[in-house]
């Protein structure tokens, strides 16, 4: 699986990069600029397009606007009893509350359930992940760092934001054509996600900091890849579910690592970015042995 050697190798170069003092102090800011203003939006843009959605995948593709809504309601009351910031409180929801449905979980797909359910993984990934992550992440974003929710703001910071637009052209435009020229272009765009994605993440990633983030880390890591996970695979068995191979899909992206998308966002919030990074540096690596454990799991239900 390429794509994860290249999301390990991003994440290094990310690392390195820091460490060697060639790139400016805002290197990150400017990384995670274009992450949300070109390479989120181009992905959109190129994911969707001419993508058949099946009726019967409307469940699957709601599946991380539940894991987003159930982060909140663990890690709003958990962080208050531990007396943690609303900072960090808002850097958790986004790092837990969020799976890697596409760079890490599209792979995932491929490689456990079989490619004929890349589809399904787009549909999860467009309409669950990013959707929710342009509104409600936003929303939460929002709220983590100025400490109050002004809807009007926020409405306006949604239908601005430009993965958010991009999503409602992707859909409108779906059965259009698109010259080859413009095609090319939105996939070469798009191509620049997971490198810069990662590379601002590895450059806010502080390991010699580590040892403050120990118990967030804890909390976040086992919320996105246990927590969560089993807690939608108990949704699908009292539905009477589990055997369908849409559910299973579902459920196996259910249990992928931190997203890129909401970490970008919380690190362009200021949302502790050393907590972020390291969610995402750790939760990488460790998802590839989570990720098999529930697949065993998911597959004989």
């Not at 579910?241 to 998308?261: F, I, Q, R, S, W």
């Amino acid at each position: 699986m390429h794509e994860i050697a290249l999301i390990l190798v991003c994440l290094a170069l990310g690392v390195v990069l820091r460490w060697s003092g060639r790139l400016p102090d805002n290197a990150g800011k400017v990384l995670a600029g274009w992450v949300i203003n070109v390479a989120l939006p181009a992905a959109a843009l190129e994911s969707f397009h001419k993508l058949t959605v099946h009726p019967d995948w409307w469940l699957a593709a709601a599946t991380p606007w539940l894991g987003a809504f159930v982060a909140i309601l663990v890690l709003v009351p958990l962080c208050r009893a531990l007396g943690w910031s609303r900072g960090r409180t808002g850097a958790l929801i986004l790092g837990a509350g969020w799976g890697n449905t596409s760079f890490v979980g599209l792979p995932m797909i491929a490689a456990f359930a079989g490619s004929q359910w890349l589809g399904l993984g787009i549909v999860i990934d467009l309409f669950g992940s990013y959707l929710a992550l342009s509104t409600l992440g936003l929303a939460i974003a929002a709220v983590a760092s100025e400490g109050r929710l002004d809807l009007k703001a926020v409405g306006k910071r949604i239908i601005t934001f430009p993965p958010f637009i991009a999503i409602l052209i992707a859909f409108a435009t779906n059965h259009l054509d698109r010259p080859d020229w413009l095609d090319e272009i939105v996939t070469a765009l798009a191509a620049t996600l997971t490198p810069l994605a990662l590379a601002a993440v590895g450059y806010a990633l502080r390991i010699d900091r580590l040892k403050q983030h120990l118990a967030p880390l804890g909390v976040g890591l086992t919320h996105r890849l246990l927590l969560a996970p089993a807690l939608l695979i108990a949704m699908y068995a009292a539905l009477g579910d589990t055997a369908d191979p849409v559910a299973k899909v579902a459920m196996l992206e259910m249990a992928m690592p931190p997203m890129l998308g909401a970490s970008v966002i919380a690190m362009d919030n200021d949302l502790e970015p050393d907590l972020i990074a390291a969610l995402i540096g750790l939760g990488v690596p460790l998802s590839m042995l989570t990720a098999l454990g529930w697949w065993t799991l998911i597959a004989a239900l």
